[in-house]
């Protein structure tokens, strides 16, 4: 079974506006880690948020947020007041703790445009 | 350094060919992981280490990959005997001691083979 679903392979949104990257994840690890990161046409992976297992309250950093919703098993990506820059690929990544693994599993990504 | 560091950006070889690749961590970040991009979507965990201890390597195709983090040199991965579904992005990322940290990637290293 896929640890990481994107289901969105595309999506587009108008500049200025909010957006919604979906993520599910599968894992039977009460301790894990969930993360984005933005991978510009220029090939680069860009670490954006980090929501932990534990974490009470949902991550933010500047104009990205993270809607964790641990009963549903899902970390969707909210991009408020999108920009040109943000288009690029987006792919959310899981760690699971008890494994003691510490490698990242990938979702296959969600490509945003922002239209201007 | 502040950046992890990946050489060459691009590497072309005939199949058959070994290639290398070269990572430098960042400074003080003790876990380094390998990841292989193919098809500009698709993730593959390859190997990891914990300073020059390999971690985990259960993504690795053994037969003709082999990887090495030496003290005081950059860590490296190695394919020998390349063929074509080895091309891909090979990044590197590393991540701080305290473990769960974030990890950090560098820019990639291309390998086309032809």
């Known amino acids: 079974a896929q640890k990481i679903t994107q289901t969105q392979p595309g999506m587009f949104v108008q500049e200025k506006e909010a957006v919604t990257l979906d993520c599910t994840y599968d894992t039977s690890d009460p301790s894990y880690g969930l993360f984005w990161y933005k991978q510009p046409s220029s090939g680069e992976m860009i670490f954006l948020i980090y929501?932990?297992?534990?974490?009470?309250q949902n991550a933010t950093e500047g104009r990205y947020s993270l809607n964790f919703q641990k009963a549903r098993k899902s970390a969707n990506l909210v991009i408020s007041a999108s920009q040109l820059g943000d288009s690029a690929m987006y792919f959310c990544a899981m760690r699971e703790a008890q494994t003691g693994a510490n490698n990242l599993f990938f979702g296959t990504g969600t490509r945003l445009t922002v239209i201007p | 350094g502040e950046e992890v560091a990946q050489t060459p950006k691009h590497l072309v070889r005939g199949e058959g060919q070994k290639a290398k690749l070269y990572c430098a961590p960042i400074k003080g970040h003790s876990y380094v992981f390998w990841y292989q991009q193919v098809l500009k979507n698709e993730f593959k965990f390859l190997i990891s280490f914990q300073n020059e201890n390999v971690f985990d390597e259960t993504g690795m195709p053994k037969e003709r990959f082999s990887a090495k983090c030496l003290p005081n040199s950059p860590c490296s991965l190695e394919i020998q005997a390349t063929k074509l579904e080895d091309s891909a992005v090979y990044f590197c990322?590393?991540?701080?001691?305290?473990?769960?940290?974030?990890?950090?990637f560098g820019p990639g290293t291309r390998l086309t083979v032809l």
């Open positions: 990322a590393s991540s701080h001691p305290r473990r769960g940290s974030e990890q950090f």
């Open positions: 929501q932990g297992s534990y974490d009470q």
